[in-house]
Structure formats: C-alpha cells, structure tokens
C-alpha cells in the first residue's frame, strides 16, 4: 500500500511539527508514505472567496500528483473535502483520474479509524483533552454524530484518543459548535468569528482541559490566537500529535 500525504499549505509553513507528527504516526504504523514535493495549495481559499474559476488549475494539477497513490492522506478535513465534494466541476463525469482520486483521499483520523482499523496506540498522554469538532469534519466527513440529527452518538477522533490508556477527555456543554473560522469568514465578519471563537475556547476552559485538539488546524490556528492574545491557559496540540506520541511543551 503506498500512501500520498498532502499537506495543507498553511500547516506546511505555520504548523510544521503537526505535518511531521503525521508522517511519524503513518510510520510508525509501518505504512509507505511518500510525499510529493510539487504538490501546492488545493484551492480552497480562492473557493472560499468565489473566485472559483482561478481553482481548475490548481485541481487539475492535484489529480496529475495524487492518481498514482492507493490512498491520499492528509491532517485536514476541509482540504480534503475541498477535494472530494468540490472538484468535481473541473472534470469530466467519466474522469477516470478524478474518480480514483476522489474515492482514495482521506483525512488522517477517518483513515486510521475506518480503513486500518487501528485498535492500539503505544504513546502516553497523561492530560485532561478536550475535542474541538471541525465543521468541515464533523459534518462533510461525518466524523461524528452532529448533534442537530436524531441519531446514536459517536465520535472516531474520541475512539482514536481512547486508545491512549492514560489520557482523559473531558466532557463539553457543546461539542460540535462551529469555532467562528470558517476560511475567509473570520477575515469578512472577524467580530462574529472572534466571539464564537472564544465561546468554544470558554467552553473548555470551564470544562477542565489542559489541551484542546481537533483534526483541522484552521479551527485551532484560530482559538490559539484567541488564547494567546487573552493570556489563557489552554494548549493547543492537532491530534496526530497526540496519536503520535508527542509531549505536551
């Protein structure tokens, strides 16, 4: 099985030990990964902001990296939607590269949860979580159970983080509430944003978490900067670092 990991181009530039806590936690897993360097941004802030046609380009060069891999895995949930729900336009319904694509890309927690089948971790954490629930994730992904649906609850990123035996996930009043990122939406209506953020941020102080993590690293980069700013104590750590068996700094 050889595995193609994509990277978010943000993550890439800002969040660098959560791109290498990725490829750790795949090798670790005793898979073959290979990352390929051309790769670039997947288009989803230009989406974000309706330039939609200056997208194709980047769409059609995503496919020509990735058709050759069994799987695509990346540390995001909302580029890797980008890709599955949005791509579609800028190809051909009978694109058999696209088809392939499309059906082998996934965010790194579905991958582990749904396709491995992980059932053991050997890393400690010994700290109080909370799990922030990405829209994009939560919703599109269905990651977990959205809790606007009638139906049973479950969460594949808890039963990822509950195979740490020391770990304890803490209880929050609203667990899959968006943070108030939503791309371009924090930089359209940042009065909005920055309250619903630090809504989510209250939310699991209150609760008792010494760390918030989540699968998509926009959502954290967004309450870190509303932690930083108000002199908070609560870390902010991908999950991937956690699964990985990185320390709390």
Known sequence: MKIGLFIPCFMNELYPQACMSTLKLLKNLNFDVEYPLDQTCCGQPMSNSGCNSDVKNLAIRFVDIFKKYDYIVAPTG????????????????????????????????????DIVKIDKLDVSFP?????????????????????????????????????????????LNRDDECCGFGGTFCVTEPDISAAMGKDRVKDHLDSGAQVMTGADMSCLMHMEGLINKNNQELKIMHIV???AGESLS
């Open 127 to 171: 700290h109080k979580v909370g799990v922030h629930n990405s829209c994009h994730g939560h919703r599109e992904l269905k990651l977990g159970s959205a809790s606007e649906l009638n139906i049973p609850h479950y969460s594949k990123l808890k039963n990822l983080l509950n195979l740490i035996p020391d770990i304890q996930i803490v209880d």
């Open 241 to 243: 670092q956690i699964l």
């Open 78 to 113: 909302s580029c890797v939607t980008m890709v599955k729900d949005h791509y579609g336009e800028f190809f051909e319904d009978d694109n058999k590269d696209y088809k392939k694509v499309k059906t082998s890309i996934y965010e790194i927690c579905e991958f582990l949860h």
